[in-house]
């Protein structure tokens, strides 16, 4: 009996066309199978096949004193070359929970997570479909508490926080189980509130505008401190570091965006971005395989307004490091002066 038909048996058109429609979510399960399906889940042509399916988008929050805007980042429908092919566009999404005012935000595959407790001890979290628009309320965590830092590893979203005690425990919430369970407590006890948190290498890093990050290693709560490039106040907000295929991106006014060579432990400046906007209020995310990088820009804007710019950035390894190819500046939009860009989510479907 002939053995059943495998992935590798196909041409490698039709391999793509159904890799491109598995969920994001999975491809860090997929890119293990073997080298051939990491590489092509990495490839210029899986990310094509998606954008013509518009799989992938952001969600981009700019944060008022009384309220907050919410925008998408999609692909048009009609990909018309003389047009622009990605949309930004308002969309109305009110948070639920009036007493939280400014959660933690983080999105696994389609689903965008809300955690409380960022000024007063809560359990509360709220989840939003990107699909439909629509929240619902999740399993609240084992107990009431503040929220230091939150970070993704996987299918789990692990909660940095302390308790009556003020001692610093973790909690980890299962997207898959729709559970939430204890996770190892972290040796390190000291100041894990965070100006922008990121995860690298199975490891929460809650990063610090004036000093170093403090990662923590989901596996079993050891702790170690990552030295942050020196010399200059590091972004204003919390979108201006992201890791993309497990590489730390920071954006500095004054270096442009550099890179963590985690095998040299030092900072890379990235190659061939010399011409990027020197900007200070900046945000990062993936899309379509590129770093969308976002950018506020005030001057010669009259009235009451400020306009929201991107470029995406292609990322590749050389010998050299990490060079970086840039595409023309996209005027997005504008939002209000007085609001601040607050998030960027990667989701994809």
Avoid at 230 to 248: C, D, H, I, P, Q
Avoid at 254 to 273: A, P
Wanted: charged fraction near 25%.
């Amino acid at each position: 009996m002939p053995p059943p038909p495998s992935l590798s048996s196909l041409p490698i058109e039709i391999v793509l066309e159904i890799l491109a429609r598995v969920p994001k979510r999975f491809h860090p399960t997929l890119s293990c199978v073997s080298k051939t399906f990491r590489r092509l889940l990495r490839s210029p042509e899986i990310h094509k096949i998606r954008s013509l399916l518009r799989r992938d988008s952001l969600f981009i929050c700019f944060v008022g004193k009384t309220d907050a805007q919410w925008f998408t980042l999609r692909r048009a429908e009609n990909n018309n070359p003389t047009t622009e092919k990605n949309h930004f566009v308002s969309i109305d999404l009110a948070f639920p929970c009036q007493t939280e005012k400014e959660p933690s935000v983080v999105a696994i595959g389609a689903e965008i997570f809300f955690i409380c407790g960022s000024f007063y001890p809560s359990s509360a979290m709220w989840v939003l479909d990107s699909r439909t628009g629509t929240f619902r309320r999740g399993p609240s965590s084992r107990a009431a508490r503040l929220c230091k830092s939150v970070g993704v590893v996987g299918s789990k979203v692990y909660v940095i926080g302390s308790y009556r005690d003020d001692e610093i425990h973790v909690e980890s919430f299962d997207a898959r189980t729709n559970t939430w369970e204890l996770a190892p407590v972290p040796e390190d006890q000291g100041w894990w509130s965070s100006d922008a948190t990121v995860s690298l290498n199975r490891k929460v890093c809650a990063l610090h505008f004036s000093s170093d990050a403090n990662c923590y290693d989901t596996r079993d709560g050891s702790c170690e401190r990552l030295g942050l490039p020196k010399g200059e106040r590091l972004w204003r907000s919390r979108t201006g570091a992201y890791v993309m295929n497990n590489v730390l991106y920071v954006y500095y006014a004054r270096f442009g965006l550099m890179w963590y060579d985690s095998e040299m432990r030092l900072w890379r400046v990235v190659n061939g971005l010399s011409h990027l906007n020197k900007v200070r209020s900046v945000a990062m995310a993936e899309y379509y395989g590129k770093l969308a990088f976002l950018w506020e820009d005030e001057v010669g804007v009259s009235g009451g307004t400020k306009e929201v710019w991107c470029r995406m950035i292609a990322l590749e390894r050389s010998e050299e490091g990490v060079d970086g190819i840039a595409e023309a500046s996209q005027l997005l939009g504008s939002v209000p002066r007085g609001y601040i860009l607050r998030h960027c989510l990667s989701v994809s479907d």
